[in-house]
């Protein structure tokens, strides 16, 4: 990762801190200003003149207005926050590690669509005729059709190819990189037993494949960040909000 993409995230990393920071802050003033609206009501007792106790009620109503506007503000300053922290974790750039990888173009089997079952030339396809829907961005368990697979690609999403029997600590960390996107397109890790046995992962995108005989992260987000979003359909992120049946 270049060295201006690492002081923009550290920049965006600080601003989320201070935001969250000013949030905690403001929330305790409200607390404060509460307490002193508690204050000015159990103070307000029958044996004050109308005078005072009008004083006294106007004093608690000032107290509450300002700590709801407190409460209001430290909401929105906390809930930025938390928003533009998940979204700089789950940032493309993130995986821009620039590591050197080794991918296959394949050919271009083109790109139709059927609602039948499909044979392929290739066992991990990456082209081809399709089913006229996709999936859902996301980590599986059980492996989905390989026909809506290949739609996915179409749009440009990455699919990463893992054995059914793969270890808990290769699933740890593969379940992390689903939740990348960049703009319509996504990441599904799927099992299949089509993987290699000499390979621990496979890693599509449309016409594109990486083989890896041990997963790198590194490697694998830089194909990511490299290839995602350029299938040849390409769907705006708010009509394609984390994939699914198009």
Request: with cysteine.
């Amino acid at each position: 990762m270049d060295h201006s993409n690492m002081q923009n995230m550290q920049q965006g990393t600080d601003l989320t801190t201070i935001l969250l920071y000013i949030g905690l802050i403001i929330a305790i003033l409200a607390i404060g200003g509460y307490v002193f609206a508690a204050r000015a009501h159990k103070e307000n007792t029958s044996s004050l003149k109308k005078a005072e106790k009008q004083a006294l009620r106007k004093k608690q109503k000032t107290w509450l207005l300002i700590s709801h506007a407190l409460v209001i503000i430290a909401i929105c300053s906390v809930g930025t926050s938390l928003i533009q922290r998940y979204s700089s974790q789950n940032s493309i750039e993130r995986l821009n590690y620039n590591a050197p990888i080794q991918v296959v173009t394949d050919k271009d089997y083109g790109r139709g669509h059927d609602d039948g079952t499909l044979t392929y030339e290739m066992k991990i396809p990456t082209s081809g005729t399709h089913s006229p829907h996709d999936l859902k961005f996301g980590f599986y368990k059980e492996k989905p059709p390989t026909e809506k697979l290949v739609h996915n690609l179409e749009h440009g999403d990455i699919i990463i190819h893992y054995h059914p029997d793969a270890p808990q600590t290769l699933l740890d960390q593969l379940e992390p990189l689903t939740h990348f996107k960049k703009a319509g397109a996504g990441i599904l890790a799927v099992p299949d037993t089509a993987v290699p046995s000499d390979q621990e992962v496979v890693v599509t995108a449309w016409t594109k494949t990486m083989q890896l005989a041990k997963f790198d992260e590194k490697s694998v987000g830089t194909f990511i960040y490299q290839n995602i979003n350029k299938g040849p359909e390409q769907i705006p992120p708010e009509v394609r909000q984390g994939g699914g049946t198009m």
